[in-house]
């Protein structure tokens, strides 16, 4: 099977039946046997064994589902937004505990940001477990936003681009990507994004898989496409360079291979997934 993207997956039973029951919410939050996640530094915590550390509930401000028959919560913490100072702790996140701990990291930081009403200012209430707010004032409800991304590769004769931005360490190349606008397509963002990153037009755009980015909310929307030519017109504002890699030079990369002629992303990148289905096509 081809591979998936860290932070997919169900991750746990959200419960949506109980957000909704205040009743219910309530007889769950009383329940002796809760249990609360554990945040260290601004993240979530794992453990020496890549799973989330847990004690047991002192806060029930964010119902976050039931696992092994028990609820799970976390309290409204402050979070980190750098994924770059994260990566540290996601590389010791195991597969299976990732999507939980994108949602608590994701719902923590839109509550730091939504503790007031767009509609009237007032300060809003955590209603429904924590998956909405609520304005006492003016009754406008809020809910958790997501914000989608799209980023592709693009194929011309058998090479990728790949590009690198400012921020990434020496050597690594990776997808290109942009956010989505408003009345825009996945097929059209990715066709506008290429071509003003590049310089590049394509056709045939694919959409691959998806991943949840929790930096702070995005929906990374991965897909493919081809492009009509090679010549490059890199945007500097946005990227360091941009260049066309072949079969070999990818498989090198993903490989750690010591000669290989750029850095693969990271495991938990969505673009290292990408690179692994092209490879394996």
Not at 214 to 243: H, N
Request: charged residues 25%; glycine residues 8%; aromatic residues 8%.
């Amino acid at each position: 099977m081809r591979p998936e993207p860290f932070f997919s997956g169900p991750g746990i039973d959200r419960a949506d039946q109980v957000r909704v029951d205040q009743d219910r919410l309530a007889e769950i939050a009383s329940r002796d046997d809760g249990l609360q996640l554990l945040w260290r530094d601004g993240l979530p915590a794992v453990g020496e064994d890549g799973r989330l550390e847990w004690k047991l509930a002192t806060s029930s401000e964010l119902f976050l589902g039931i696992m092994d028959g028990r609820p799970r919560f976390s309290a409204s913490e402050q979070p980190h937004a750098n994924a770059r100072a994260a990566f540290d702790t996601i590389g010791a996140l195991s597969f299976e505990e990732a999507p939980l701990f994108a949602a608590a990291l994701s719902l923590a930081w839109w509550h730091s940001r939504h503790r007031f009403c767009a509609n009237c200012g007032a300060a809003t209430q955590i209603e429904r477990g924590g998956w909405s707010r609520v304005c006492p004032e003016c009754s406008a409800q809020h809910f958790p936003r997501v914000d989608p991304v799209v980023i592709m590769l693009a194929e011309h004769e058998g090479r990728l681009l790949l590009g690198r931005q400012p921020q990434y360490p020496p050597g690594r190349y990776s997808a290109l990507a942009g956010f989505l606008e408003p009345g825009e397509s996945i097929e059209a963002a990715v066709a506008r994004e290429l071509h003003e990153e590049a310089g590049i037009k394509v056709a045939d755009v694919r959409y691959t898989a998806s991943q949840p980015w929790p930096f702070p909310s995005s929906l990374m929307i991965g897909c493919f496409a081809e492009a009509d030519g090679d010549a490059l017109i890199v945007d500097k504002t946005e990227l360091d360079d941009a260049r066309w890699f072949t079969r070999e030079e990818v498989a090198g990369a993903i490989d750690g291979h010591p000669d290989a002629t750029f850095q693969a992303p990271p495991k938990a990148a969505i673009a290292r997934t990408l690179l692994e289905h092209w490879l394996a096509s």
